[in-house]
């Protein structure tokens, strides 16, 4: 039986390169353990003709950010008519944009918090709504360009306007939900289970709590109760389907207990590219769900197509 190859796309040339190319070279490291020719494509804005000449069987995506999670690379492997892993160019495209992501989720039923797109110019004049809040770039992964407004902090935050900003000129500012922070995986049209994540000297799941070791803990199972536990299950495949995601996707939620146990439970966003670095949690529910690393690989290679 021929083997098939599989083009490991990472790197790239957003804020989340850096995750990319950990999240490929874990990938591209498995698959080839698992039997699969694997070529590792640093992807460049050369990338339609370098997979047109090395024409693989499948394309392993792990790009992780703009243009590799937007639907752009999505649309580039559609053209050349190569498989790819993942979701497909509109659904990949919907849930990277925060605004209309929210408006799907809305309409099919999530719950979602209250939340307006700005400019971030006029963010920094006065207070866009009551804080707590939160201020996020409408198209970043990854936590980057994230702000938590303090209910007594007395000014908007200036850095949203200043040239140290690299997010976009827009902006979502969103209510704050304190309390706890869980996440879903769902592979094809399974849930694979539900995780607590527990940042460890950080506010909130921020990019060094995500990606530094010991940057958080993550309690899987979740400890909440069974109802808690299997509203987020089902949530996050409502959200996966909502959003038209293909393969793996990864849905974050906010749940706030803190007047009763059945709380305030709110969908965030769904990740059609979750991140595959070691200690990204995706492999890790995967693997209380009975998938080994290589095994959860495999199958996202062999469900791989065009037309997702």
Excluded at 3 to 24: D, N, Q, T, W, Y
Excluded at 124 to 153: A, C, L, R, W
Aim: aromatic share 8%; net charge negative.
């Amino acid at each position: 039986m021929k083997r098939k190859h599989v083009a490991v796309l990472m790197g790239g040339f957003s804020s989340e390169r850096p995750v990319s190319l950990s999240s490929g070279k874990a990938c591209a490291d498995a698959l080839e353990i698992e039997g699969y020719a694997v070529t590792r494509v640093d992807v460049g804005r050369d990338a339609a003709h370098v997979l047109a000449e090395l024409n693989p069987d499948v394309a392993f995506n792990a790009l992780h950010g703009p243009f590799g999670e937007d639907g752009t690379i999505q649309g580039i492997l559609e053209y050349l008519a190569i498989p790819y892993t993942h979701s497909g160019v509109l659904a990949s495209a919907l849930a990277m944009d925060k605004e209309l992501a929210k408006v799907v989720g809305k309409a099919a039923g999530l719950p979602v918090a209250e939340a307006r797109v700005m400019s971030r110019f006029d963010i920094v004049k006065t207070h866009p709504m009551e804080p707590p809040y939160v201020v996020k770039p409408v198209n970043e992964g990854s936590s980057f360009g994230v702000v938590i407004v303090k209910d007594d902090q007395s000014h908007p935050p200036q850095v949203v306007s200043s040239p140290e900003w690299h997010y976009g000129e827009r902006v979502m500012v969103e209510r704050y939900i304190p309390g706890r922070e869980f996440t879903c995986a769902v592979m094809g049209d399974k849930v694979l289970g539900v995780a607590e994540i527990l940042p460890v000297g950080h506010a909130f799941y921020d990019y060094d709590s995500k990606y530094a070791p010991g940057g958080s803990k993550h309690e899987c199972p979740a400890k909440v109760s069974p109802n808690i536990y299997q509203k987020i299950e089902t949530l996050a495949l409502k959200a996966h389907r909502a959003i038209g995601c293909r393969g793996v996707s990864r849905s974050d939620f906010r749940f706030d207990d803190r007047k009763s146990p059945d709380g305030e439970l709110v969908w965030l966003e769904v990740n059609t590219q979750p991140g595959m670095t070691p200690t990204s949690l995706v492999p890790e529910i995967a693997a209380e769900a009975g998938y080994g690393f290589g095994e959860l690989l495999s199958w996202m290679v062999e469900d791989a197509s065009c037309s997702r």
